[in-house]
T-cell receptor, first 113, second 110 residues
Framework: RKEVEQDPGPFNVPEGATVAFNCTYS??????FFWYRQDCRKEPKLLMS???SGNEDGRFTAQLNRASQYISLLIRDSKLSDSATYLC??????????????FGKGTKLSVKP | NAGVTQTPKFQVLKTGQSMTLQCAQD?????MYWYRQDPGMGLRLIYY???????DKGEVPNGYNVSRLNKREFSLRLESAAPSQTSVYFC?????????FGSGTRLTVV
């Protein structure tokens, strides 16, 4: 089983739609969770961290389910500018220990006019 | 504030040639990383450096060497390039709450 698994998509949605991405991870010791965004031919950029209590940043909501080892990202009122690949990322680091980020292969989103 | 700077942005090598990819960060991070990204494979860790003076292998280290020259700089060297090393290479720095990536080096080995 791969460490971080995502549906590659593509998800093709109209502007204004709500879209949700899911991700599962295999290492139950994983402690930190993130969503990154990567535009075509660009570097990945941190979109948001994911906390056990769930967190929201504007139109974006991230959820974590540790029991099911499952992370989600919800995008409301999609914009054309949301078109990108979204990478699910986990880290087994705890406290001050060194860990490395493990990246999923990404889910491609295309928002159409 | 430049963040993470990588050079060169593009490079074409012939099989067997060598080259060094340069990376520098100005965020005072202890940890730095080199990834490669291939279609359908996602980002894979080549080497990382948890602090100045230390380096460790990642998932795909074969064919590469690294040097952590000082806290700011972490270079990746291909001693004898192979077509299988055609990829996009990203340098990153940061700790467990998130990384900042450089803009990448597109390398083609012919």
């Amino acid at each position: 089983r791969k460490e971080v698994e995502q549906d590659p998509g593509p998800f093709n949605v109209p502007e204004g739609a709500t879209v949700a991405f899911n991700c599962t991870y295999s290492n139950s010791a994983s402690q930190s969770f993130f969503w990154y965004r990567q535009d075509c031919r660009k570097e990945p950029k941190l979109l948001m961290s994911v906390y056990s209590s769930g967190n929201e940043d504007g139109r974006f909501t991230a959820q974590l389910n540790r029991a099911s080892q499952y992370i989600s990202l919800l995008i409301r009122d999609s914009k054309l500018s949301d078109s990108a690949t979204y990478l699910c990322v986990v880290n087994t680091a705890y406290g001050g220990s060194q860990g490395n980020l493990i990246f999923g292969k990404g889910t491609k989103l295309s928002v159409k006019p | 504030n430049a963040g993470v700077t990588q050079t060169p942005k593009f490079q074409v090598l012939k099989t067997g040639q060598s080259m060094t990819l340069q990376c520098a960060q100005d965020m005072n991070h202890n940890s730095m990383y080199w990834y490669r990204q291939d279609p359908g494979m996602g980002l894979r860790l080549i080497y990382y450096s948890a602090s100045e003076g230390t380096t460790d292998k990642g998932e795909v280290p074969n064919g590469y060497n690294v040097s952590r020259l000082n806290k700011r700089e972490f270079s990746l060297r291909l001693e004898s390039a192979a077509p299988s090393q055609t990829s996009v290479y990203f340098c990153a720095s940061g700790i467990n709450y998130g990384y900042t990536f450089g803009s990448g080096t597109r390398l083609t080995v012919v």
